[in-house]
Nanobody, 118 residues
């Protein structure tokens, strides 16, 4: 089993920045790709950014050029640097990890709230 704990959410003004972190524990050796997802009220959970175990990244079009995903495999952490935040970025942000061998096995954190408002 893998446990994921997010941190770094909060209230920020439009145009501001936040950095989210996700700490993994447990069977971390089994982790493959990781990613950040978000869910706004009344909307489905959506992919924000993902990174493979080798470091390949992909982003949702809505965050390209503003968000940067990174991971530290030695520290078992996943980060999301969010710049130029917009009100539409308001959501609960979740950390997700896939089993490196069984892609159907996924783990989720409990989420951290990000609110962008003046």
């Amino acid at each position: 089993q893998v446990q994921l704990v997010e941190s770094g959410g909060g209230l920020v003004q439009p145009g501001g920045s936040l950095r989210l972190s996700c700490a993994a524990s447990g069977s971390v050796f089994s982790i493959g790709a990781m990613g950040w997802y978000r869910q706004a009220p009344g909307k489905q959970r959506e992919l924000v950014a993902a990174i493979s175990s080798a470091g390949s990244r992909n982003y949702a079009d809505s965050v390209k050029g503003r968000f940067t995903i990174s991971r530290d495999n030695a520290k078992n952490t996943l980060d999301l640097q969010m710049n130029s935040l917009k009100p539409e970025d308001t959501a609960v942000y979740y950390c997700r990890a896939e089993h490196r061998r069984y892609s159907g096995v996924v783990y989720w954190g409990r989420g951290t709230q990000v609110t962008v408002s003046s």
